[in-house]
């Protein structure tokens, strides 16, 4: 996914990258940058998302990207937290810029995960104007069902008109099922 003017420029902003090795029980790699401002309040525009298995512990997500935190969907806050106790994985909510590389409308992430069901759900985010252009833009595919070890997969779309056309900005994502 692709979402600000220059692509690999500062922070490699606008790129998410994903991985697992399940050999070495180490969950890593969520970094993204979107804002017109990289670094500037509440260091706008980066995420860091690892997970050490093997120490069973899950570190600290946030984000913060808009001009006007709290404006409009709550644009700009993004909140990860796990409960090892209680086994709940909290949400996680994001929502980008007015104005990332182009026209772009903001997007929200939401993720949750449920250990005791062995159910992992949820990543949702808007996108930009032409979805499937330059690095596949628009598109975020996320897997993991540790239990039957099966793979989900999440896809959206993302005109410019959130709401309007496709469903602009929802996400769908299906539980992948051994056959």
């Known amino acids: 996914m692709s979402c600000h003017d220059k692509v690999g420029s500062q922070l490699n902003a606008g790129e998410i990258f994903m991985e697992e090795d399940r050999a070495?029980?180490?969950?890593l790699i969520c970094t993204m940058a979107c804002p017109n401002k990289v670094g500037s309040q509440l260091n706008v525009g980066e995420i860091f998302m690892e997970?050490?298995?093997?120490?069973k512990v899950r570190l600290v997500c946030t984000m913060s990207c808009h001009d006007k935190v709290g404006?409009?969907?709550?644009?700009?806050?993004?909140?990860?937290?796990e409960d090892r106790a209680r086994k709940v994985r909290l949400v996680c909510t994001m929502s980008?810029?007015?104005?990332?590389?182009?026209?772009?409308?903001?997007?929200?992430?939401?993720?949750?995960?449920?250990?005791?069901?062995?159910?992992?759900?949820?990543?949702?985010?808007?996108?930009p104007d032409k979805v499937g252009s330059?690095?596949?833009?628009?598109?975020?595919?996320?897997?993991?069902?540790?239990?039957?070890?099966?793979r989900l997969v999440c896809t959206m779309s993302c005109p410019d008109k959130v709401g309007s056309q496709l469903n602009a900005g929802e996400i769908f994502m299906e539980k992948g099922r051994v056959r």
């Open 24 to 27: 070495r029980k180490v969950r």
């Open 51 to 55: 997970e050490d298995r093997a120490r």
């Open 96 to 127: 980008c810029p007015d104005k990332v590389g182009s026209q772009l409308n903001v997007g929200e992430i939401f993720m949750e995960e449920d250990r005791a069901r062995k159910v992992r759900l949820i990543c949702t985010m808007y996108c």
């Open 71 to 81: 404006s409009q969907l709550n644009v700009g806050g993004i909140f990860m937290e």
């Open 134 to 150: 330059q690095l596949n833009a628009g598109e975020i595919f996320m897997e993991e069902d540790r239990a039957r070890k099966v």
